[in-house]
């Protein structure tokens, strides 16, 4: 989409279902939803909602991936 508010709409909602899924397919919808922020914030790269959304998309998944031992995983994840 063109429009930046559908963009951000966009990936919260990917973002939002992945919490909603189980562990195994929220992992593939958290890596799209980061997909869609960092190409978001290519064409955007002042956009703090944008920002802030990627952030929390990050620890979303470094958080998925304590729960299930990928320890060094998570950590790339919490610290990107």
């Keep these: 989409p063109e429009d930046i508010v559908v963009r951000r709409k966009l990936a919260g909602t990917i973002a939002n279902l992945a919490s909603q899924e189980p562990l195994g397919l929220s992992l593939a919808t ?4 980061l997909k869609l922020y960092r190409g978001f914030l290519a064409d955007a ?3 703090v909602d944008l920002e ?3 952030s929390i998309a ?7 991936l304590l729960g299930c031992g990928r320890l060094d995983e998570a950590r790339q994840a919490l610290e990107e």
């Design 45 to 47: 790269p002042d956009d």
């Design 30 to 33: 958290k890596e799209e939803a």
């Design 52 to 54: 802030a959304g990627l």
């Design 58 to 64: 990050l620890a979303n998944k470094g958080a998925a």
